[in-house]
């Protein structure tokens, strides 16, 4: 592609004959294709903004019709004995897709707001080592934002189909159309296999695994500034732990990937799932962090970081131990997958 070019035709018959009526280069000449992944990349954060958006939409039904529906009585009694039953917000597994939405929704809201401000540093900063580093940032995010945040809109619209019950099923209330919508956001804009071969082939292995440690660092940042919060303490350690338990994934893949380059291809998907429940783990733990220190100081509005508190926590014993499974299948090899010829893969 030797470069970027906008045409403008004055006639049907001038663009069906090649004659466009005026051209201008976009950016330098030789250099198109870098034009071409310039708007791919915004392309991509964007996609991984509609997801976040859908999940935002369906947590907020799910929330709504959780007090609306009643259905059953708590374990612990009635909450409601003037009704004919509680509302499904009382039963714990409703709690525990509602809390899988909320940490979803809430961390990912932190992910691409840090995301947001690498992008205004990388534009603005006066310092041009600090603009390098905002760059080298958003690199290694953009396939985090775009893929784990669309395959994070997939569960949450389809927990709020779950939480609606029959009537999630039908256009009435509208989930389900949220999860048609999502499921669009893994495929355009470059596959999510295709996002997670760039994460672990370009972005990893490219840079010999400089900007996984690049984003440890910034991650370590984070941690020692909420150091002295006892309020978060264990979350601080326990993330710690997950940042040498990713160090010890990446040089593992590396070593393998250079005795059969299959490997890389066989764990790109779980290595980026390992690492998009890693980087929102960051995300909450700044959120904790930061909700803890204002509750301290006794900020207004104290129930809505006691929640933050509380939804932190969650994440951490319920969400982010999903990395060892993603861990174990990362490292089963490609064998498993390619071992099988493709004519054994039919009907019979």
Same mark, same amino acid.
């Given at each position: 592609?030797?470069?970027?070019?906008?045409?403008?035709?004055?006639?049907?018959?001038?663009?069906?004959?090649?004659?466009?009526?005026?051209?201008?280069?976009?950016?330098?000449?030789?250099?198109?294709?870098?034009?071409?992944?310039?708007?791919?990349?915004?392309?991509?954060?964007?996609?991984?903004?509609?997801?976040?958006?859908?999940?935002?939409?369906?947590?907020?039904?799910?929330?709504?019709?959780?007090?609306?529906?009643?259905?059953?009585?708590?374990?612990?009694?009635?909450?409601?004995?003037?009704?004919?039953?509680?509302?499904?917000?009382?039963?714990?597994?409703?709690?525990?897709?509602?809390?899988?939405?909320?940490?979803?929704?809430?961390?990912?809201?932190?992910?691409?707001?840090?995301?947001?401000?690498?992008?205004?540093?990388?534009?603005?900063?006066?310092?041009?080592?600090?603009?390098?580093?905002?760059?080298?940032?958003?690199?290694?995010?953009?396939?985090?934002?775009?893929?784990?945040?669309?395959?994070?809109?997939?569960e949450v619209t389809s927990l709020a189909v779950q939480i609606h019950g029959g009537h999630g099923f039908i256009r009435e209330t509208g989930v389900e159309q949220l999860m048609r919508d999502a499921r669009i956001t893994p495929i355009y804009e470059g596959t999510n296999g295709i996002q997670a071969l760039d994460l672990l082939g370009r972005k990893v292995f490219g840079t010999r695994g400089k900007s996984q440690q690049m984003m440890v660092g910034r991650i370590r940042e984070t941690i020692a500034e909420f150091s002295d919060v006892k309020e978060v303490a264990e979350l601080s350690a326990e993330l710690g732990r997950r940042l040498e338990q990713w160090d010890k994934l990446t040089l593992e893949l590396g070593m393998a990937a250079m005795?059969?380059?299959?490997?890389?291809?066989?764990? =790109?998907?779980? &290595?980026?799932?390992?690492?998009?429940?890693?980087?929102? %783990?960051?995300?909450?733990? +700044?959120? @904790? $962090?930061? !909700?803890?220190?204002?509750?301290?100081?006794?900020?207004?509005?104290?129930?809505?970081?006691?929640?933050?508190?509380?939804? =932190?926590?969650? &994440?951490?014993?319920?969400?982010?131990?999903?990395?060892? %499974?993603?861990?174990?299948? +990362?490292? @089963? $090899?490609? !064998?498993?997958?390619?071992?099988?010829?493709?004519?054994?893969?039919?009907?019979?």
């Amino acid at each position: 592609m030797d470069g970027c070019y906008l045409r403008l035709y004055v006639h049907e018959n001038d663009r069906i004959h090649g004659q466009p009526a005026w051209e201008w280069l976009l950016g330098k000449a030789n250099e198109g294709l870098s034009c071409m992944f310039t708007m791919m990349n915004h392309a991509r954060l964007g996609v991984g903004l509609q997801g976040q958006g859908l999940s935002e939409l369906a947590w907020q039904a799910s929330i709504a019709y959780a007090n609306d529906r009643l259905q059953g009585r708590s374990l612990t009694g009635p909450k409601m004995p003037g009704k004919p039953a509680d509302p499904i917000i009382v039963h714990p597994d409703v709690r525990r897709m509602l809390l899988t939405q909320k940490a979803f929704v809430e961390g990912g809201r932190v992910l691409c707001f840090l995301t947001g401000r690498e992008i205004d540093s990388a534009h603005m900063n006066p310092d041009a080592t600090a603009r390098q580093r905002s760059d080298d940032l958003i690199a290694f995010l953009t396939p985090i934002v775009k893929a784990f945040l669309t395959d994070v809109s997939m569960e949450v619209t389809s927990l709020a189909v779950q939480i609606h019950g029959g009537h999630g099923f039908i256009r009435e209330t509208g989930v389900e159309q949220l999860m048609r919508d999502a499921r669009i956001t893994p495929i355009y804009e470059g596959t999510n296999g295709i996002q997670a071969l760039d994460l672990l082939g370009r972005k990893v292995f490219g840079t010999r695994g400089k900007s996984q440690q690049m984003m440890v660092g910034r991650i370590r940042e984070t941690i020692a500034e909420f150091s002295d919060v006892k309020e978060v303490a264990e979350l601080s350690a326990e993330l710690g732990r997950r940042l040498e338990q990713w160090d010890k994934l990446t040089l593992e893949l590396g070593m393998a990937a250079m005795k059969n380059p299959d490997e890389a291809g066989a764990a =790109a998907t779980d &290595y980026l799932q390992f690492s998009g429940y890693v980087c929102l %783990a960051w995300c909450w733990l +700044a959120a @904790a $962090g930061e !909700a803890a220190k204002r509750l301290a100081a006794g900020a207004e509005g104290p129930d809505f970081y006691k929640a933050k508190l509380i939804t =932190a926590r969650f &994440y951490f014993d319920r969400l982010l131990p999903r990395v060892d %499974a993603h861990a174990a299948a +990362a490292r @089963a $090899g490609a !064998a498993g997958l390619m071992d099988l010829p493709a004519e054994h893969f039919s009907f019979s």
